[in-house]
């Protein structure tokens, strides 16, 4: 069974950092990975989608990258902002359906 | 931009009873999903939905759940006999066809009494 990690927990960082949260997961053979973002009592946010065929995937400040023989991907945030706290979530499926997730980095951007 | 929406964003229930969450997935999506997320726990698979049929399900997803798209726009989970465990955010996501994302709603929180 799929078994994903996302370090750190938490992560405190002032504003204009930039950081990198990580996920690791233990079955490489993944249909595709996807990163979300969780604010509180809300839904999840998709954020980048990663195929298993691809190398890293942008948006705006957000940069995702994926080395699927050793099992990790790692979300960069470039320059935070305080509105990009929340929880960060990795996910990954091996046939498209379902998805295993991990617990998630809490991130606080400190003005 | 197109949204999952879901119905009620929180339901209050006494154990036993049935309870019924509702979706709306986007607009010509063809694939669905639930998910739960128990407090302070990892979002967790329930089921997937294609073609009027379901296509993969959980070990969480036993005969209690059930899931039906009885029309063109709704998507829904019942679940029999709820049980205290049973309390847990609910999330409907939904994808276009190919190797798209999930796109998820804000969910729906349920509280079994």
């Known amino acids: 069974k799929q078994e994903v990690t996302q370090i750190p927990a938490a992560l405190s960082v002032p504003e204009g950092e930039n950081l990198v949260l990580n996920c690791s997961f233990t079955?490489?053979?993944?249909?595709?990975l996807q990163w979300f973002r969780q604010d509180p009592g809300k839904g999840l946010t998709s954020l980048l989608l990663?195929?298993?065929?691809?190398r890293e995937q942008t948006s705006g400040r957000l940069n995702a990258s994926l080395d699927k023989s050793s099992g990790r991907s790692t979300l960069y945030i470039a320059a935070s902002q305080p509105g990009d706290s929340a929880t960060y979530l990795c996910?990954?499926?091996?046939?498209?359906?379902?998805?295993?997730f991990g617990t998630g980095t809490s991130l606080t951007v400190i003005p | 931009e197109p949204e999952v929406t879901q119905t009620p964003s929180h339901q209050v229930t006494q154990m036993g009873q049935e309870v019924i969450l509702r979706c709306v997935p986007i607009?010509?999506?063809?694939?669905f999903y639930w998910y739960r997320q128990i407090l302070g726990q990892k979002v967790e698979f329930l089921v997937s939905?294609?073609?009027?049929?379901?296509?993969?399900k959980s070990e969480i997803f036993d005969d209690q759940f059930s899931v039906e798209r009885p029309d063109g726009s709704n998507f829904t989970l019942k679940i029999r006999s709820t049980k205290l465990e049973d309390s847990a955010m609910y999330f409907c996501?939904?994808?276009?066809?190919?190797?798209?994302?999930?796109?998820f709603g804000d969910g729906t929180r349920l509280s079994i009494l």
């Open positions: 996910a990954v499926t091996n046939t498209g359906n379902q998805f295993y």
């Open positions: 607009s010509n999506h063809l694939y």
């Open positions: 939905f294609y073609n009027n049929e379901i296509s993969e």
């Open positions: 079955d490489s053979a993944i249909y595709n």
């Open positions: 990663i195929q298993s065929s691809q």
């Open positions: 996501a939904s994808r276009d066809r190919g190797r798209q994302p999930q796109h």
